[in-house]
């Protein structure tokens, strides 16, 4: 099992930029996706994005296209996610996930996600 710690998370304007982290610890960091969800009060866990164990892959929500931006970092066991151009609608509780394989149908499911970080708090003023 992997353990993950995300950090980066907290109180932007409207417009502003935050940097996720997130270390792995407990396996071979290089041979997992590694991917990012939110969640938002009284709404269900959303697929952000994802990367693969290479960092050759990558697969973004619609809606963070253009403003997010995934990479890993395997020699560091620490993947990031570079948010611009923040919107209140961006404002979530931020997890780090981890997965075997890459498979583009299941990617954006987060049942088929193995392993999970404790989140940490963006939170976008208007």
């Known amino acids: 099992q992997v353990q993950l710690v995300e950090s980066g998370g907290g109180l932007v304007q409207a417009g502003g930029s935050l940097r996720l982290s997130c270390a792995a610890s407990g396996r071979t960091f290089s041979n997992y996706v590694m991917g990012w969800f939110r969640q938002a009060p009284g709404k269900e866990r959303e697929f952000v994005v994802a990367i693969s164990s290479a960092g050759g892959s990558t697969y973004y929500l619609d809606s963070v296209k253009g403003r997010f931006t995934i990479s890993r970092d395997n020699a560091k066991n620490t993947v990031y996610l570079q948010m611009n151009s923040l919107k209140p609608e961006d404002t979530a509780v931020y997890y780090c996930?981890?997965?075997?394989?890459?498979?583009?149908?299941?990617?954006?499911?987060?049942?088929?996600?193995?392993?999970w970080g404790q989140g940490t708090q963006v939170t976008v003023s208007s």
């Open positions: 996930a981890s997965k075997l394989g890459w498979n583009i149908r299941t990617i954006s499911n987060y049942k088929y996600w193995a392993d």
